[in-house]
């Protein structure tokens, strides 16, 4: 019963509104009683809803107990009450970390016409991970009833859902399965679950990467010690330590439960450890504290998880990329691959040897940082040939709040307070210039020469480029999901 797909199309199913001929998209059989497809598509056919073109089967009625909603993503499962013996499914592949320029094929009910049927669209390009959409943003348009469909890399394992169809522009979203894999293991039996693809998760380098180097990780434990003798941090640290001893680590300190003096750091599962310890004593507060005490402990489980979050950025790579820190300390003309302004806040926070600055606007994961320049924020960009002068009034717009003033002196006065600033460590400034900015005249190289000289203390310039791959040791989506997981859970409890 429920054997194995030999095509991606023969687990592919179409949703329709109940009582009405309204076709409205796809759905995936990933197990003999369970199929994944868009949240949106269960939504719009309403409840209950209709399955058709199962294997040996007219039509079915899904009834809305049995329709289970990801909460944050486009996501949802269809539980059938029994299983169907012609009816095949695909296997789960939860290797999508990556999957930029990967060539990929997509499998869904095409709703066109007067009559919907199975059909594969193949060898189409994966484009960049998009934070705001929580998934893949790829320049190709499915037809029409895609939205909820599969997307394989190999048969026949699913690696991605098919989220949104753009009505106009070449473009659809898909969502990679390692964003719910820990969401979607309840829904799939033991048996099924051991043959899906899933990542080494034991730790958070590969071959060829190096973990952070035995200098820093002791600083970041002085740092993470300062913090938890905190009186905000006494609940938070003791159950990172009793959390730790029932993983079968027993660590007297809170810091080495998260960075151990011998070993090495496997940071999901640093990650994971300062999620399950936040939650445990925020929920414990939340019946007995009062708001301000329960305030005091998320700020301070926040600033451990960025604290943590900087251990991503892997030290083969980062030496490769600044070509030493001493050379990235000067600030001169540095690259450093990233995909995202996440992987960038991380990695000039591992540089800068602070915590990262990001918090949570909607469902996206985004920078606070007020010292973060780019071009963007440049009225003529650039080429201007004033561009020193455009890039100096934008970081005195950043830090002073306010437009420089009519004197001639105000570029002496940024320097100035910029030294001021750096001395006290209060703040840091820098700037970041995505690669294809950069034109074959090394116009950038000279403008960054030319603001360096005129503000020494100017932190970095930055490049960001994937042309060596990531800096980061962890891959960036899954990075910005621990991210985003973290502070929607320290929500609840605000």
């Not at 909460?71 to 299983?83: G, H, K």
């Not at 950069?438 to 042309?467: H, M, W, Y």
Request: proline share 4%; charged share 25%.
């Amino acid at each position: 019963m429920g054997e194995i797909a030999s095509h991606p199309r023969e687990a592919i199913v179409g949703i329709w509104k109940h009582g009405e001929d309204s076709f409205v998209g796809s759905a995936v059989f990933i197990a003999p009683q369970r199929l994944i497809t868009a949240r949106h598509v269960v939504d719009d056919a309403g409840s209950p809803l209709r399955l058709r073109l199962i294997a040996g089967q007219d039509r079915i009625t899904v009834q809305a107990g049995q329709v289970t909603r990801h909460p944050d993503l486009d996501i949802a499962v269809i539980s059938t009450e029994v299983a169907y013996p012609d009816q095949k499914h695909l296997l789960l592949d939860f290797r999508t970390h990556q999957l930029d320029g990967q060539s990929a094929d997509f499998h869904a009910i095409n709703g066109l016409g007067s009559t919907a049927a199975r059909e594969s669209r193949q060898k189409k390009s994966v484009g960049k991970f998009v934070e705001g959409k929580s998934g893949y943003l790829c320049d190709h348009q499915v037809p029409k009833g895609f939205s909820g469909g599969g997307v394989t890399r190999e048969s026949p394992y699913l690696a991605a859902v098919i989220v949104e169809r753009h009505q106009s522009e070449q473009q659809t979203v898909i969502i990679p399965l390692h964003l719910i894999q820990d969401w979607l293991q309840g829904f799939v039996p033991e048996s099924l679950w051991a043959q899906a693809r899933i990542p080494d998760r034991t730790s958070a380098t590969e071959p060829g990467q190096r973990a952070p180097s035995a200098a820093f990780a002791s600083e970041m434990r002085v740092q993470l010690r300062k913090l938890f003798g905190k009186t905000a941090a006494k609940e938070l640290a003791a159950e990172l330590v009793r959390l730790s001893a029932d993983d079968g680590r027993s660590e007297a300190a809170p810091e080495c439960c998260l960075i151990p003096e011998n070993g090495r750091v496997e940071l999901e599962k640093v990650l994971d450890l300062l999620h399950r310890a936040a939650n445990q004593v925020l929920e414990i507060q939340g019946e007995v504290s009062s708001s301000d005490r329960r305030r005091a402990t998320a700020e301070t489980a926040r600033e451990a998880f960025f604290l943590a979050v900087v251990l991503a950025v892997d030290e083969a790579r980062l030496e490769q990329a600044c070509i030493g820190e001493r050379r990235h300390a000067a600030a001169d003309y540095v690259e450093i691959p990233k995909s995202t302004e996440v992987g960038e806040e991380v990695t000039v926070a591992r540089i800068g040897r602070r915590r990262a600055d990001l918090e949570l606007a909607g469902d996206r994961v985004k920078l606070v940082s007020k010292q973060r320049l780019a071009p963007g924020d440049l009225e003529m960009g650039l080429m201007a040939p004033d561009a020193v002068k455009e890039v100096k009034r934008l970081i005195w717009h950043k830090l002073l709040k306010s437009a420089p003033p009519e004197s001639e002196d105000w570029q002496s006065q940024l320097a100035e307070t910029l030294k001021l600033r750096s001395q006290r460590k209060q703040e840091t400034c820098y700037i970041a210039i995505p690669r294809e900015t950069v034109d074959g005249t090394g116009r950038n190289q000279s403008l960054f020469r030319e603001l360096k000289k005129d503000l020494p203390e100017l932190n970095a310039f930055l490049i960001g480029t994937r042309e060596t791959g990531s800096v980061l040791a962890l891959g960036e989506s899954t990075l910005i999901a621990y991210i985003r997981e973290f502070l929607l859970m320290l929500e609840n409890y605000l």
